[in-house]
């Protein structure tokens, strides 16, 4: 029962992310920039549950995300499945209990995903005008943006990260 309790806070958590995401942050845009949530919880969840659970919730949340949205549908998918795996490696190799080791990761991996649906939209859409100003703008706000909000939320996810981990043992095991 408490392997399915553990599963169901999980997706719950996730649903609330993708909610707060679509229905919050949307409102609170920073120079014009949105802060991507999603990034925080699927590294956040990687490095504590490994790369097979990371793996899953990235393409979860992905899936969800790029239903909730006009993106070219499975770009968001991809990206985020991916991020969990390769997040999902390293765990063990950066102290959880460090406060700054979240934030940073947090930091690079949102710099890169943005850097990549940067290039697809200047593939799906080539008269769109990429200058220098504009991303530094997108990639340093929006990376500033998340490492702020993985600083306030950091405790929760320490709790969250903790419960899977007590349950992995016998459920996240892939």
Request: net charge positive; proline share 2%.
């Amino acid at each position: 029962m408490k392997k399915i309790l553990v599963g169901l806070l999980t997706i719950v958590v996730l649903l609330l992310f993708l909610w707060l995401q679509i229905n919050v942050f949307n409102y609170f845009a920073l120079f014009g920039v949105i802060p991507n949530i999603g990034i925080i919880l699927i590294v956040a969840i990687s490095m504590y549950a490994g790369k097979n659970i990371g793996a899953v919730t990235g393409f979860i949340y992905g899936l969800v995300f790029d239903s909730c949205f006009e993106i070219s549908f499975g770009l968001y998918t991809l990206l985020f499945l991916l991020m969990g795996y390769a997040i999902g490696q390293i765990k063990g190799k950066f102290a959880l209990d460090n406060k700054f080791s979240l934030p940073i990761i947090v930091a690079v991996t949102t710099i890169i995903v943005e850097i990549i649906n940067l290039i697809f939209l200047n593939l799906k859409q080539p008269a769109f005008d990429i200058s220098f100003l504009y991303v530094t703008k997108v990639l340093l706000l929006e990376s500033a943006y998340n490492v702020l909000l993985t600083l306030l939320a950091y405790k929760p996810l320490m709790l969250l990260g903790d419960i899977i981990n007590r349950s992995r043992r016998a459920y996240y095991e892939l």
